[in-house]
């Protein structure tokens, strides 16, 4: 999203929550350069239709971290829910069995393998109890299932700016706002 349409989202805030107008208002170049960064590589029109859903929704404005949750429900798309992961975990035991690996992990999605990795294929084709291994494939999908969404979603300025930080680089969040969102994250 670029900042010209994120200047149409902070103005349709001020129009859909005119008891917040002049907070708005007061904050908008703010709240330009904070949502412009952190919706960077998220298109204006999945941004503004998560902004709809939630002005139906909500009384009161969105934080950032409340359309990023509408946003998210909007593109987590392709990502297999749990019964679809575990439907795929079932099918490449029926299919490839224990002595296959390679070829049963050739037939999961990328995120289903690595819970499967995770866990241990001889472990789960080995098992006499599958009603717990189901469960605690389920638990440990859910987890990364989440992180690859959050993934997804993060803005690539943030995922360099966190690079940097475990490198010992620190970037302050405050330098986007107060730069107009013009921060050297190379």
Not at 73 to 102: C, H, M, N, Q
Not at 125 to 147: D, G, M, P, T
Request: net charge neutral.
């Amino acid at each position: 999203m670029t900042v010209q349409e994120t200047a149409k989202i902070v103005n349709a805030l001020k129009i859909a929550y005119p008891r917040y107008a002049e907070q708005i208002q007061e904050n908008k170049q703010g709240m330009i350069s904070l949502f412009a960064f952190m919706f960077k590589d998220v298109p204006y029109e999945v941004v503004n239709c998560a902004l709809q859903k939630f002005i139906l929704e909500s009384p009161y404005p969105p934080t950032v971290h409340d359309l990023y949750k509408e946003v998210m429900a909007f593109t987590k798309s392709g990502i297999p829910d749990e019964d679809e992961a575990w439907y795929e975990v079932a099918r490449a035991i029926r299919l490839y069995g224990y002595y296959r690996p390679e070829e049963a992990f050739g037939s999961m999605s990328e995120i289903v393998r690595d819970v499967v990795k995770a866990i241990g294929w001889s472990e789960i084709c080995l098992s006499e109890n599958i009603e717990l291994v189901r469960e605690q494939f389920i638990r440990l999908y859910v987890i990364a299932k989440q992180r690859k969404e959050q993934e997804m979603l993060m803005p690539s300025a943030l995922k360099r700016r966190i690079a940097r930080l475990a490198k010992g680089k620190i970037v302050n969040i405050f330098d986007v706002v107060n730069t107009g969102g013009v921060v050297n994250d190379k």
